[in-house]
């Protein structure tokens, strides 16, 4: 089972946080930060959204960094996924 | 009787939540998450919808993922269902 | 004495609950369910509406489901209606 | 003296409240229930407002019902009016 | 000094409250009702305002009933006035 | 070091209160009335603006009256201005 | 790893606050006032966003104030930057 956007809408899926700080401390659950990091899993087709023509400019396996608190959780097959359209997505990390 | 959707509207179903975990633990009611899921019962003619050209992308039948809090409960002959907007269906399952 | 909506709007009576539950139960005043069923009682003549072109779809006579919360309620010698724009009617019953 | 009122606005006078209800009992001050009727006094030249074309559709002398808390009341010389916008306005009563 | 409007800004003078009632009385301060005509002082040139044509239809001396609320107070060498947008000037008394 | 404004924003200083009072009474800190008045210092270059074509009509030095509540507060190097957009420029005083 | 921002965003990077008042005193971290000035890092390509053509005004290496509260704080390798939308961009300080 996947999942297919419609219009301008993009799935991804949350990279997990980073267990170890910058000077080597590994990490427990609770001190552990929220990333704002996920990677793109599907992208929708675009074309008029809204009355307005949206051109897709993300692609599949692209790590981005998106708005917190847009979009959708959705959990399919006990995986958990966050469905957001693309204007929610700030920027692409390379 | 049947429900027949305005402009870009969508009649959905939702689908009964799963009553088994991946791990195979039978859940009672309360335990059960409320499906996000839904079955594509009706679709509008699209049009111009609020000045707008909006052209129908999802058919009866399909399974999507809905955004929450979305949409307008009905209850027709002891059956409810949701009408969307289209623009409310984020995904389609494939 | 008649109503004559202006633009897109529409006006509704709404349809009395029905007093029998499917199991055959007759309910009294308080148990009876607010119907969201309503039919067509005069239609506006549409056209331009807000800056948009806007076409009825509805007609006199149609049983329609209307959106929760919309709409003004109005009474004239004594009967009472629901006067809603075209597009907080999400389906027509046939 | 009197109000002309500016684009797509329309000065109405209220109708006052049925004196007496249908099964013929006189009320009083406190029991009459607020009118929606008003009388249309005078319309504005339509025109292009905020931007958008719009045609006047009412005339004076007209019965109309419109929308409840919409309108500003003025007071001139002593008698009370409503300005409103056509769009506040519902439908005309024939 | 003088105040020049910009746009689709009207400066406008509060007219002051008639100090006798229509019987005859003679009003105090807190007894008079805070009038909603004004004066028209100055009058912006109209053009394109928020991407949109506006004409100006109101002139320098027309006495108009303005929105309650609207507008900025504002005080130029102890004198009072408020300026509106064009679109807050409901009517003009004749 | 100097502010550049973009788009259709402008950089306002706001004037000093006045200290005395039209009958000669001179005021102290608290007694001051917070004025409205501002003087323009840099001027945006307009053009297409939220998607709206903006031509500016302030200029540099120009007194103006501006919306309370309006634009953003900015200190650079000990001095304070105010940064608003054109439209928030309700008239010139002259 | 470097942020590259997608349509009318901006990567900014706040400047740390003086040190020094104009008069010499030294400041610790509490009476440092929180600055308004940041560098541009990374500027989007700009083009139709939310329907509007939108031309990229700054570039990188200015420096630039931003409106208050606007934008998304970002985290990535232990730096932190914020991603505004170029219109939350008020002014460039040269």
Sequence with gaps: MKL????????????????TTKSG???TGQAKEKPQEAEVIA???G???????VKMEVSVGQKVIYSKYAGTEVKLEGEEFI????????AVVE
């Design 43 to 45: 992208v929708g087709p």
């Design 4 to 19: 297919v956007p419609l219009g301008d809408r993009v799935v991804l899926k949350q990279l997990v946080a980073e267990e």
């Design 83 to 90: 469905i957001v359209r693309q204007s929610d997505i700030l």
């Design 47 to 53: 074309g008029v959204v809204d009355g307005k023509e």
């Design 25 to 27: 401390i590994v990490l």
